[in-house]
């Protein structure tokens, strides 16, 4: 009954269904702004909130542009300095949003997101090869802007360089890419 609510309440006020994934669903809500449910099991539905996410997107996006050359500091999360998961989850943290702490915590929040599906303001995370050959999630940056017509994008990040912009076609970068996830928008 649930489901059905759901499905007359999308069909009442004239979204198109798309199924992406057997267990995702996508529809506009606005022309800048996507709405995803996902049902990972029949009781737990996450939805990206109908607030205004375009605004909020470019005011983080300028936001994080503010620390463009702050120095790289191990395990610190202040403007002082940061490492690359103390930079996201500062950034987030001024918009409402808590980040767990570490690069491989924090691809545990919001829902994953294809290379194809990528939007500013959404989180990239990298890989590193550990010393016994093994790999893990190492490194993470937000979305800052994305040429769809390439599927390629360009990311703020701190890093040994400090607080900069890279591109996703810059090599070391492309061979460690492991995922995007979208945390602005999403609520259980």
């Known amino acids: 009954m649930r489901y059905l609510s759901l499905f007359f ?3 009442v006020i004239g979204l198109k269904i798309v199924s992406a994934q057997a267990d ?7 022309e800048n702004c996507v709405e995803k449910i996902v049902s990972a ?15 909020k997107i470019d005011s983080l996006i300028s936001f994080s542009k503010e620390f463009i050359g702050t120095k790289y500091r191990y395990g610190n999360n202040t403007p002082a ?8 989850g500062y950034v987030f943290s001024k918009f409402g949003y808590k980040l767990e702490r570490s690069a491989a915590d924090q691809y545990k929040n919001g829902i994953s997101v294809s290379k194809k599906d990528v939007k500013a303001g959404d989180l990239v995370f990298f890989q590193r090869q550990n010393r016994n050959g093994t790999y ?3 490194h993470v940056g937000i979305i800052v802007s994305v040429d769809t017509t390439n599927q390629t994008f360009r990311f703020i990040h701190s890093c040994s360089r400090g607080v900069i912009i890279d591109d996703s076609t810059v090599e070391y970068y492309k061979k460690r890419f492991y995922g995007i996830r979208r ?3 999403i609520e259980k």
């Open 9 to 11: 309440f999308v069909g």
């Open 24 to 30: 995702t669903l996508f529809y506009p809500v606005s």
């Open 41 to 55: 099991q029949a009781d737990t539905l996450i939805s990206i909130s109908p607030e205004n996410c375009v605004e």
């Open 81 to 88: 300095g940061f490492d690359c998961s103390g930079f996201t």
């Open 136 to 138: 893990r999630i190492g």
């Open 183 to 185: 945390i602005i928008g």
